[in-house]
C-alpha cells in the first residue's frame, strides 16, 4: 500500500455514541477479588441488515456487556452475556450469521488448579440480542487458556478468536499459557461443539486469527519462546475438522505478532501483523501456500493491528499507536 492509496475511500466520520462507561478506578491485582471500575476490551460487528453490534467488558461488574443499534437496541439497553459477577469476563469476540444469530466468545478468568487461570466461554442469542443462551464453557482445563505466552514471565490475555462461515458454521481458536493451540467448531449454530482439536505447532502458540471460505479454514498464529518469531499460517479443506502443517509467512529476526487474516471475494487471503513496533501487510493468492514480501505501512509505530474487508474490495487496516512501548496513545489506520 503507497500512501497514494489512502485516498481510495472517503471516510465520514459520524458522531459518537456513548454506550458505556465507569469510574476509571483499576487497584491492585488480587485476582477475582481485584477492585476495578471501568469499561473496556470492546469488538463490533455489522449484521446483514447493517446494524452495528457491540460488546465490552464492565470491570466492576466483571461481566461482559452486549449492545445493538437501531430502535429496538436502544429500548432494550445493555444486556449481560457472560452473566458470572464471581469471575473477570474479559477480551469478547462477537460475530453474526446470515439469519441473525449472534454469537459471543470471551475469556473466564476461572482459577481451576494450573498455573493462570483462564477458560474459554461462549453464549448465542436467536432474538437480536434480547437474551442469550446460558454460557457454554467451551476448554474447562486448568491450563490458563486465553494466555498469549512470549515468555515465561510474559503474556497477553486474550489469545482467541471467533469466525462464523457463510452456512452457519461457528469456528472457535484459542490457545493456552503453557502453549497448546485448540480449535472448536459448531455445526448446528452454536448449539453443540466438536471435541477440541489440538492443532500442531512447534512453539508455544498465541494470538490466532481465523477466517473462512466455504469448507477452507485458515488459522494464523505466532508463537512464544523465541525472539524471533514468525507468523504461522494453517490451511484445513474439511471445515476444521483438520490442519496442514503450517506455513512460515517471512523468516525475519524481529519478533512477529498479534495476525489478522480475511478472505476476499476472490478466495486472496489478507494478512496483517507487527514485527517489533511496526505492522506490515501481506497476501496470498494461492491459497496460502506463499505468501507476497510483506509490506511496511505507513505510519508511525504501534501494533496489535485489526483487519477488514468491504465489498468494493477495500481493505482497512486499523493499528494502536505507540509513542511508548506498550503504551497506547491513539489509532492509526490505512486504507487500500
Do not use: C
Not at 467451551?138 to 487458556?145: I, P
Not at 498469549?148 to 510474559?154: S, V, W
Not at 505492522?279 to 511496511?296: C, E, L, N
Amino acid at each position: 500500500m503507497d500512501p497514494a492509496s489512502l485516498a481510495v475511500a472517503s471516510l465520514v466520520w459520524l458522531g459518537s455514541t456513548e454506550i458505556a462507561a465507569g469510574r476509571g478506578e483499576r487497584g491492585p491485582w488480587q485476582m477475582n477479588e481485584s477492585r476495578y471500575d471501568y469499561v473496556d476490551d470492546p469488538t463490533v460487528a455489522i449484521d446483514e441488515r447493517g446494524a452495528v453490534v457491540v460488546a465490552w467488558v464492565d470491570q466492576a461488574r466483571k461481566d461482559v456487556y452486549f449492545w445493538k443499534d437501531g430502535k429496538s437496541g436502544k429500548e432494550q439497553g445493555s444486556v449481560n452475556v457472560s452473566r458470572s459477577p464471581e469471575t473477570f469476563s474479559w477480551l469478547p469476540r462477537v460475530a453474526t450469521d446470515a439469519k441473525g444469530t449472534l454469537f459471543v466468545l470471551w475469556q473466564e478468568i476461572i482459577f481451576s488448579g494450573g498455573s493462570h487461570g483462564g477458560d474459554i466461554v461462549f453464549a448465542r442469542s436467536e432474538d437480536g440480542g434480547k437474551t442469550f443462551s446460558q454460557p457454554l464453557n467451551l476448554s474447562t482445563s486448568v491450563a490458563g487458556d486465553g494466555k498469549g505466552r512470549i515468555t515465561r514471565d510474559i503474556w497477553h490475555n486474550g489469545s482467541l478468536d471467533l469466525v462464523v462461515g457463510a452456512e452457519g458454521t461457528v469456528y472457535t481458536a484459542w490457545t493456552e499459557y503453557e502453549g497448546r493451540l485448540w480449535v472448536r467448531r459448531s455445526a448446528d449454530g452454536g448449539r453443540s461443539f466438536s471435541e477440541k482439536l489440538s492443532v500442531r505447532t512447534d512453539k508455544p502458540a498465541r494470538a490466532p486469527s481465523l477466517a473462512v471460505d466455504g469448507k477452507t479454514v485458515y488459522l494464523a498464529w505466532t508463537v512464544g519462546d523465541d525472539p524471533s518469531a514468525d507468523i504461522r499460517v494453517a490451511k484445513s479443506t474439511d471445515g476444521a475438522a483438520s490442519f496442514a502443517a503450517p506455513v512460515i509467512v517471512a523468516k525475519t529476526k524481529a519478533y512477529s505478532d498479534a495476525p489478522k487474516i480475511a478472505i476476499d471475494g476472490q478466495g486472496v487471503l489478507h494478512l496483517a501483523y507487527n514485527e517489533g513496533r511496526r505492522v506490515h501487510y501481506t497476501r496470498s493468492s494461492d491459497g496460502g501456500a506463499r505468501f507476497a514480501s510483506p509490506r511496511d505501512l505507513p505510519g508511525g509505530d504501534g501494533g496489535f493491528p485489526a483487519l477488514g474487508l468491504d465489498g468494493k474490495g477495500n481493505i482497512y487496516v486499523l493499528w494502536e499507536r505507540f509513542p511508548e512501548p506498550y503504551l497506547p496513545r491513539g489509532l492509526e489506520l490505512a486504507v487500500s
